[in-house]
């Protein structure tokens, strides 16, 4: 899956499993792509060693929160049901173009 910002496409894995929601970005380092948390609406930073750009998401893809180059050692949490909304974490600097309000598009790619 793909999200296109300004001219830029990134590449997004969904954190379906456990482990992957579980570990997310903890421990990783030259982030130059983004995951998708369904279902879910808040995340930390611990044991994060760069900062990411975290953006809440409602189930229709709409931005309802944004933290810009959010710092290790924090929790996010969206007011908002937790069936309703996802989270999106991005490298750091890549939604300073983002608005709340704005809908976000993913692209699928076809599989072969």
Do not use: W
Not at 34 to 48: D, Q, Y
Not at 54 to 67: A, K, P, R, S
């Amino acid at each position: 899956m793909k999200l296109q910002l300004e001219k830029q496409k990134i590449n997004i894995v969904v954190a379906s499993h456990f482990k992957e929601r579980l570990m997310g970005f903890m421990g990783k380092e030259n982030i130059c792509y983004g995951m998708l948390f369904p279902r879910c609406n808040s995340v930390h930073t611990f044991f994060m060693k760069e900062e990411i750009d975290i953006i809440g998401l409602n189930e229709n893809n709409e931005i309802l929160f944004i933290e810009r180059n959010c710092s290790k050692n924090k929790i996010i949490k969206i007011n908002h049901p937790i069936k309703k909304t996802s989270i999106l974490e991005l490298p750091k600097n890549t939604s300073h173009s983002l608005k709340i309000g704005e809908s976000l598009f993913f692209e699928f790619e076809d599989i072969v």
